[in-house]
């Protein structure tokens, strides 16, 4: 299904440290991004919804309005990844409106007009975008064993924190293109072509993209040492 020339989007982003809601329009021509509410960390469920309204009030926008949702559903905070994706789907679904999803480190990358890209994972990893003009990119989670047993596609990787201390010591041959952190309205203006062309998720199959397991996941599964086997 092909969109309207011209279409406003709603644009959410709270997979780091601090989160924002972006509202655009786009057309043909260029993507004009309307407002733009910064969030705080930590506080997204208790504002993220508050923020919606207020940025579509703003412009005198009702979300009904709106041609698309555009969520990045990750890599980044559990807590944060779950809330904006779960916000995009229960607005999406109350107002009927079809939903686009992207990653963050792709929208990091096209920031810095660059295939590949990092961002900080905590515990001495970091989350990867690895990709070669022309190709898909490939997303994984990476400690520094596993960075020095791969290769870089790109001579040039995009990062906006933490994540370059790691680069720095697993590839010293690689650019760094330190940029600012990504937005609502960067993944906006990123994915207006996509919104344009029709490419929407299916929204019972949307979840975040996480690239690590929870810690509950993670610690909370029994240990096997001194389990009492029949």
Not at 59 to 65: D, I, M, P, S
């Amino acid at each position: 299904m092909l969109m309207p020339d011209s279409m406003l989007l709603l644009a959410i982003d709270t997979c780091g440290p601090s989160g924002s809601v972006a509202l655009g329009r786009s057309s043909s021509r260029d993507v004009e991004i309307l407002s733009q509410i910064e969030l705080e960390g930590r506080s997204y469920s208790s504002t993220l919804v508050e923020a919606v309204k207020d940025v579509l009030s703003q412009n005198g926008v009702e979300l009904r309005q709106v041609s698309c949702i555009v969520v990045v559903n990750g890599p980044g905070s559990f807590t944060g990844v779950r809330v904006g994706v779960s916000a995009a789907k229960g607005l999406a679904e109350a107002a009927q409106i079809p939903v686009t999803s992207v990653s963050r480190l792709e929208v990091l990358a096209s920031l810095a007009a660059v295939t590949s890209s990092a961002l900080d994972a905590h515990r001495h990893e970091l989350y990867l975008r690895l990709g070669e003009q022309g190709r898909p990119g490939r997303e994984l989670l990476a400690g520094i064993r596993e960075l020095e047993a791969i290769e870089p596609r790109s001579p040039r990787v995009a990062c906006c924190d933490d994540a370059a201390i790691l680069l720095e010591r697993a590839w010293p041959a690689v650019e760094l293109v330190l940029v600012q952190a990504p937005s609502a309205a960067d993944a906006l203006r990123l994915c207006a072509s996509r919104v344009t062309a029709g490419a929407f998720v299916d929204l019972a199959m949307l979840d975040g993209h996480y690239l690590r397991r929870s810690d509950a996941e993670i610690f909370g599964e029994p240990s096997s040492i001194g389990e009492h086997r029949p």
